[in-house]
T-cell receptor, first 115, second 112 residues
Framework: KAGVTQTPRYLIKTRGQQVTLSCSPI?????VSWYQQTPGQGLQFLFE???????NKGNFPGRFSGRQFSNSRSEMNVSTLELGDSALYLC??????????????FGPGTRLTVT | SQQGEEDPQALSIQEGENATMNCSYK?????LQWYRQNSGRGLVHLIL?????REKHSGRLRVTLDTSKKSSSLLITASRAADTASYFC????????????FGQGTELSVKP
């Protein structure tokens, strides 16, 4: 099976712009989670989608949003970018959501740099 | 917010030595998982231990869980240079939202 794929891998944006990141989960996986990783804050949970519905959300401002399509592919959007949004954005898929064993499979990440 | 704290933050050992990393958490959990991350890449799932288990093995990995102390340890035996990576513990509690919460990680360096 192909692993989790994320596009693009690298992105440079300017403050105030918006950005959309894409994630394709492992075939058959219905849950997609997004994380932000920075040196200072570590791995922070953004949100999780399951069957096109957001089932969990972290403590991020409304500028961060996401959605999931019927084929389980997911996108996250960040509007009005700030310098502090520079980070590695990781997507993870799992077969189920909130049920044992809930193992997550991560993509390679999208490295976003905001200048 | 982070659930767990990992100790040490960084560990440097020689090839062939054992590496032990510890993780402490704050709330009750259903399971605890360990992940590895190589230099700014995605995380790789290593092992899962359920709250009713005390020890689990997978190859050169040994994980212990002490729910009374809310702590876990990951032991990598006979380490190799290829084990150089960051290691994260993550906990999940299904009756508290059912999302994985990661610790800050331990950066392991194995010198050849």
């Amino acid at each position: 099976k192909a692993g989790v794929t994320q596009t693009p891998r690298y992105l440079i944006k300017t403050r105030g712009q918006q950005v959309t990141l894409s994630c394709s989960p492992i075939s058959g996986h219905r849950s997609v989670s997004w994380y932000q990783q920075t040196p200072g804050q570590g791995l922070q949970f953004l949100f999780e989608y399951f069957s096109e519905t957001q089932r969990n959300k972290g403590n991020f401002p409304g500028r961060f949003s996401g959605r999931q399509f019927s084929n389980s592919r997911s996108e996250m959007n960040v509007s009005t970018l700030e310098l502090g949004d520079s980070a590695l954005y990781l997507c993870a898929s799992s077969l189920n959501a909130g049920q044992d064993p809930y193992e997550q499979y991560f993509g390679p990440g999208t490295r976003l740099t905001v200048t | 917010s982070q659930q767990g704290e990992e100790d040490p933050q960084a560990l440097s050992i020689q090839e062939g030595e054992n590496a032990t990393m510890n993780c402490s958490y704050k709330t009750s959990i259903n399971n605890l998982q360990w992940y590895r991350q190589n230099s700014g890449r995605g995380l790789v799932h290593l092992i899962l231990i359920r709250s009713n288990e005390r020890e689990k093995h997978s190859g050169r990995l040994r994980v212990t869980l002490d729910t009374s102390k809310k702590s876990s340890s990951l032991l990598i035996t006979a380490s190799r240079a290829a084990d150089t990576a960051s290691y994260f513990c993550a906990t999940i509690s299904y009756n508290q939202g059912g999302k994985l919460i990661f610790g800050q990680g331990t950066e392991l360096s194995v010198k050849p």
